[in-house]
């Protein structure tokens, strides 16, 4: 009995599911490795994040009431000298560990001759 050879590619009326399944070939599996990491951000970082901002607009009482205050708490933040005097010790912190960085860098420079590279 004789067999009538396949060809390498199928007719190209094959209909709308061979052109869906073209369309997506080797895609869906991707979703595999897109999912987990996405549903791991999701749980470790999205939901702490909303907890975080909801409870920043509530002021809850050791009682158990709770309260939404909207972004009282924010305005108190900004209006308060000790904060403003972190974000300046910080922001000097910075310029003082970059500029320290560049001057060693800069001495490791002077000091070390410079290797030669290879050509490969």
């Known amino acids: 009995m004789r067999m009538k050879p396949e060809s390498a590619h199928p007719p190209s009326d094959s209909g709308f599911l061979f052109r869906v399944r073209h369309a997506f070939r080797g895609t869906l599996v991707w979703y595999g490795f897109v999912l987990p990491p996405l549903f791991l951000i999701l749980v470790f970082i999205g939901y702490p994040t909303a907890m975080t901002f909801q409870q920043s607009v509530v002021s809850e009482t050791p009682g158990g009431g709770a309260e939404f205050v909207g972004l009282y708490h924010f305005e108190r933040l900004l209006q308060s000298n000790v904060f403003w005097g972190a974000v300046g010790n910080t922001v000097l912190l910075i310029g003082l560990g970059?500029?320290?960085?560049?001057?060693?860098?800069?001495?490791?420079?002077?000091?070390?001759?410079?290797?030669p590279t290879s050509d490969r």
């Open 98 to 115: 970059t500029l320290f960085f560049f001057m060693v860098k800069a001495m490791a420079r002077i000091q070390m001759p410079e290797r």
